[in-house]
């Protein structure tokens, strides 16, 4: 058994080292950064445009001044309602466009890192590479906004009842359900040589599971052990979300990487892993 455990270990040390996965994780992980304030920004204009400025004041305000300081919350609730208050047209546009900006540089990110798991070498002109990206990109933003809006969203539309007990889980699967059709997009068209559809359900399932638990773990993290209303803790805010979206990054290569392993072990004649689980489709 230790014997086992120490081949594990060195096979993932040796991994990270050939592939570089923590160097592209900080890549990948420093173009989503930048892309969070105009993703954050599109998500107001987009609650406004479609007349959901409640989700904003019932649902998300409250849990931001539950966590920050009084003048951060109130600084925060003054530039939201101001964002509701006006045309958000010209936001729309503008968010919109640097978010597919900097989204389609963390693809062209994973491109990159895909490939490097993959071994494969990158033989696409930037032609073809930069048009991909973004509309990866797009799509990818769309999955993203909708499945927070669905998640943020859908508890105001039914309050009482059955119905709302099939929407607090539904909005759930379908958060979860675009999250992993972005994730099998990525997973599929990101390296040079597109990955078989079987192999793509595999990772996209490995990825998503992990990203969950990982996604609980930092939600535990901010509700129950760090306080944001001290000096320090609201320095802590953005060291908690670069943690998070840089191990969010490195979840997604290791999911790639235990998926291209189990691809190889699925040799002709043989039965990987995923087909013995039943996860792989023939």
């Not at 599109?42 to 445009?49: E, K, T």
């Not at 889980?169 to 599929?188: C, F, H, K, N």
């Not at 969010?248 to 990987?272: C, H, M, N, W």
Request: net charge positive.
């Amino acid at each position: 058994m230790q014997t086992r455990l120490k081949r594990f270990v060195k096979l993932w040390v040796d991994l990270f080292s050939e592939h570089e996965l923590l160097d592209h994780a900080s890549s990948i992980a420093f173009a989503v950064l930048k892309a969070l304030v105009p993703l954050t920004l599109l998500g107001l204009a987009v609650l406004g445009a479609v007349g959901q400025r409640h989700v904003w004041q019932d649902t998300i305000y409250p849990r931001v001044q539950s966590h920050v300081q009084p003048a951060t919350a109130h600084a925060i609730d003054v530039a939201a309602e101001k964002i509701f208050s006006q045309d958000s047209t010209g936001l729309l546009v503008f968010a919109s466009l640097m978010t597919l900006w900097y989204v389609s540089g963390s693809v062209r990110g994973l491109m990159g890192a895909t490939n490097a798991v993959y071994g494969c070498e990158e033989t696409r002109s930037w032609k073809r590479r930069y048009p991909l990206s973004l509309g990866l990109a797009a799509v990818i933003t769309v999955c993203v906004v909708c499945a927070i809006l669905v998640v943020l969203a859908a508890p105001a539309l039914v309050r009482h009842g059955a119905l709302e007990v099939v929407l607090a889980i539904g909005r759930w699967v379908v958060a979860v359900a675009l999250l992993g059709l972005a994730v099998g997009l990525l997973m599929r068209f990101a390296p040079v040589e597109p990955r078989p559809k079987a192999w793509v359900s595999g990772g996209t399932i490995l990825v998503i599971l992990a990203w969950v638990a990982a996604t609980l773990i930092f939600q535990l993290l901010v509700t129950t052990l760090l306080n944001f209303k001290s000096a320090t803790g609201n320095l802590g805010v953005f060291l908690v979300v670069c943690g998070y979206v840089y191990t969010s990054s490195i979840i997604f290569l290791v999911g790639v990487e235990l998926d291209e392993l189990l691809r190889a072990d699925a040799k002709a004649g043989q039965q990987g892993l995923l087909h013995m689980l039943g996860i792989a489709r023939q």
